[in-house]
Structure formats: structure tokens, C-alpha cells
């Protein structure tokens, strides 16, 4: 049994600052790829930060500058600190890794958390 757990909800106002934390737990030998993702009301999912274990980053384009993503492998745990948010952030996001549980690979997610940016 594998559990993704995002912190939040969280509601700010525009060029404010939120951070999101995911906590891995269950019965995990690894985990590989790290990432959050988003979803807003009438759109697709869509990539917001990957990291690897070994520390590489990427992110969206809509993000980039903005958004840092880090990882803490000796907690299972992946962040993102948000800056300078805008409205258009507004959305659901979501915690993704890619994990070995006993002997199967695959994608895990959590259940997402609501991230509003509203004056």
C-alpha cells in the first residue's frame, strides 16, 4: 500500500508566496521520478515540476522562475515553493512519483489540493 499526501489547501492573493509539501509512505523500496502537477476547472492536467533523484529539475513553461521544486529522499517527501503568484495558478494540484513497491514499478498519485490565488 502506497500513500501520496499533499499539505494545503491554501488560498493567497496575487505575488504572494505558498509552499506545497507531499509525503510519500507505504511500502516503497525507491522512488524515482518526483513531480506536481496541476489542473484547472475546464482544463487538462498539466506539468508543473519534475525532479529526479539525483536532483535534476524541469518545469513548465508557465512556471519557470517562479516555482522551485525540491525533494528530501531520506523523508519521501517533495515540495514546491511557489512565488509570485498569479491568478492563472489558481488550481488543483496534484503530487506524482514513480516508485518501486516490492517488486512493481509505476505512477502513484495523491488526491490533489486546492491552491487559490484570489485578491
Known amino acids: 500500500q502506497v500513500r501520496l499526501q499533499e499539505s494545503g489547501p491554501g488560498l493567497v492573493k496575487p505575488s504572494q508566496t505558498l509552499s506545497l509539501t507531499c509525503s510519500v509512505s507505504?511500502?516503497?523500496?525507491?522512488?524515482?521520478?518526483m513531480a506536481w502537477y496541476r489542473q484547472a476547472p475546464g482544463k487538462q492536467r498539466e506539468l508543473v515540476a519534475t525532479i529526479t533523484t539525483g536532483g535534476s529539475t524541469n518545469y513548465g513553461d508557465s512556471v519557470k522562475g517562479r516555482f522551485t521544486i525540491s525533494r528530501d529522499n531520506a523523508k519521501n517527501t517533495v515540495s514546491l515553493q511557489m512565488n509570485s503568484l498569479k491568478p492563472e495558478d489558481t488550481a488543483v494540484y496534484y503530487c506524482?512519483?514513480?516508485?518501486?513497491?516490492?517488486?512493481?514499478?509505476?505512477?502513484?498519485w495523491g488526491q490533489g489540493t486546492q491552491v487559490t490565488v484570489s485578491s
Open positions: 507505504g511500502s516503497i523500496f525507491s522512488i524515482n521520478f
Open positions: 506524482n512519483a514513480n516508485l518501486r513497491s516490492y517488486s512493481v514499478y509505476g505512477d502513484y
